[in-house]
C-alpha cells in the first residue's frame, strides 16, 4: 500500500525486511518469496532503479521458470515486468524479444490472443512493430 501513495522508501524497506524473512523461513523458491521479490523490483522500477529491478525481475523470473514453469501465469507476470523495466532503459530490442515470447506463451494457454504491447504505452521513442501472429 504505500508505494502507491507514493511513500517509496517506506516501501522499499518493509519490501526488503518481507523479503529477506520469507527467505530465511521459506527459502528461495517458495512462491511467497517470489511474490516478495517481484514487490522489491516494482518498488525499484517507481523509484527509477531500473537496473536494479531488472536484476531482480531476472532472477525471479529464472526462479519461476524453474519452480513453476514458462507457461504459468505468474511466470508470465514477471516476463512482463521484465520487459517493462527494459523500455524504460531503452533496451528495446531485448523487451520486444522478451515480450514477444511472452505473448507467444500466453496465447499458447488461451484461446484468444493477448495484447501484448501495452508496454509501449508511456516509451514515447518507440515505434510499434507490426506483426503477424
Not at 61 to 75: A, F, I, N, Q, Y
Not at 104 to 125: G, N, W
Request: with cysteine; net charge neutral.
Amino acid at each position: 500500500m504505500t508505494g502507491k501513495q507514493g511513500r517509496y522508501g517506506a516501501a522499499y524497506k518493509k519490501d526488503i525486511e518481507a523479503q529477506t524473512l520469507y527467505q530465511k523461513l521459506l527459502g528461495k523458491e517458495h512462491p511467497d518469496t517470489l511474490v516478495s521479490m517481484n514487490n522489491l523490483a516494482c518498488v525499484l522500477r517507481s523509484q527509477g532503479k531500473y537496473a536494479e529491478a531488472e536484476e531482480i525481475y531476472r532472477q525471479v523470473l529464472k526462479l519461476k521458470e524453474e519452480v513453476l514453469g514458462e507457461e504459468h501465469p505468474d511466470t508470465l507476470t514477471i516476463m512482463n515486468n521484465l520487459a517493462s523495466v527494459l523500455v524504460r532503459q531503452a533496451k528495446y530490442v531485448e523487451a520486444e524479444d522478451i515480450h514477444w515470447l511472452f505473448h507467444t506463451l500466453s496465447t499458447a494457454r488461451i484461446t484468444k490472443p493477448m495484447f501484448y504491447a501495452t508496454f509501449l504505452v508511456d516509451a514515447q521513442e518507440v515505434k510499434f512493430l507490426e506483426r503477424t501472429v
